[in-house]
T-cell receptor, first 118, second 115 residues
C-alpha cells in the first residue's frame, strides 16, 4: 500500500531536549516536505527536499533541521525544542514530473505528529 | 513571496445548499493551484488541482474550482453539499516559475454541514 508514515504520532517533551520525527515513504518519490499546522494559520511549510542531499527552506524553517540521506526518508530534527514549536506536523511526498516548468504532482500526506513542548 | 487568503474561516450550511469557498493568492507569475480537504481525524487529501488549460477544474466528490487569473482567485464550489462534506478545506499555491517547490497554504475554511 502506498503511504507516508510518521513516527511518533504523539510526543510530549520538554524545552531543550533534542528530538527527531521520522518520515518515510514507499512510493519512490523524489520530493518530500514538512509542514506544521496551527489553528488559524493553516499549514506552513518548514523544509522541503527535491531529491537526495537536496533540501531547501520553506516559509518557517527557524528552529528546525532536516536531512535527506536516502530517498525514502526525510527526518525532521528539533535540536532545542521550545514551546512555540508545539504543533501538528505533517510530512508529504510527491513524484517529480518532467518538463521545464517543474509542474507538481499530487502530494501524499502522512497521518501527522502531534508535538507538545513543555 | 506568494501568499494565500481564505476569507471564510467558518461556514455553516444545511444539506443540499450550494457551496462556494473563496481563495485569493498574491503572485504575479504563473501558478499551480490546489484545494485540499481534511476530514476530522484524517490526513489531508487532494480535492483538485490546476496547472494549465481549462480554468474550470473538476475534482473528486462533485467539487469544482474556477481559476480566474485577472482576479487572482481559485474559488471552490459544490452545487449541493452533504453532511459528509463536513471538513476543513485548504487552498494552496505554488509559484511555478520560481524554480522552488515551496507550497503556500491558506489558513483554511472549516465547513460544517447540518443535516
Amino acid at each position: 500500500e502506498a503511504q507516508v508514515t510518521q513516527n511518533p504520532r504523539y510526543l510530549i517533551t520538554v524545552t531543550g531536549k533534542k528530538l527527531t520525527v521520522t518520515c518515510s515513504q514507499n512510493m519512490n518519490h523524489e520530493y518530500m516536505s514538512w509542514y506544521r499546522q496551527d489553528p488559524g494559520l493553516g499549514l506552513r511549510q518548514i523544509y522541503y527536499s527535491m531529491n537526495v542531499e537536496v533540501t531547501d527552506k520553506g516559509d518557517v524553517p527557524e528552529g528546525y533541521k532536516v536531512s535527506r540521506k536516502e530517498k525514502r526518508n526525510f527526518p525532521l530534527i528539533l535540536e532545542s525544542p521550545s514551546p512555540n514549536q508545539t504543533s501538528l506536523y505533517f510530512c508529504a511526498s510527491s513524484a517529480r514530473t518532467g518538463g521545464v516548468n517543474l509542474a507538481w504532482e499530487t502530494q501524499y500526506f502522512g497521518p501527522g505528529t502531534r508535538l507538545l513542548v513543555l | 513571496a506568494q501568499s494565500v487568503s481564505q476569507h471564510n474561516h467558518h461556514v455553516i450550511l444545511s444539506e443540499a445548499a450550494s457551496l462556494e469557498l473563496g481563495c485569493n493568492y498574491s503572485y504575479g507569475g504563473t501558478v499551480n493551484l490546489f484545494w485540499y480537504v481534511q476530514y476530522p481525524g484524517q490526513h489531508l487529501q487532494l480535492l483538485l488541482k490546476y496547472f494549465s488549460g481549462d480554468p474550470l477544474v473538476k475534482g473528486i466528490k462533485g467539487f469544482e474550482a474556477e481559476f480566474i487569473k485577472s482576479k487572482f482567485s481559485f474559488n471552490l464550489r459544490k452545487p449541493s453539499v452533504q453532511w459528509s462534506d463536513t471538513a476543513e478545506y485548504f487552498c494552496a499555491v505554488n509559484a511555478q516559475d520560481t524554480g522552488r517547490r515551496a507550497l503556500t497554504f491558506g489558513s483554511g475554511t472549516r465547513l460544517q454541514v447540518q443535516p
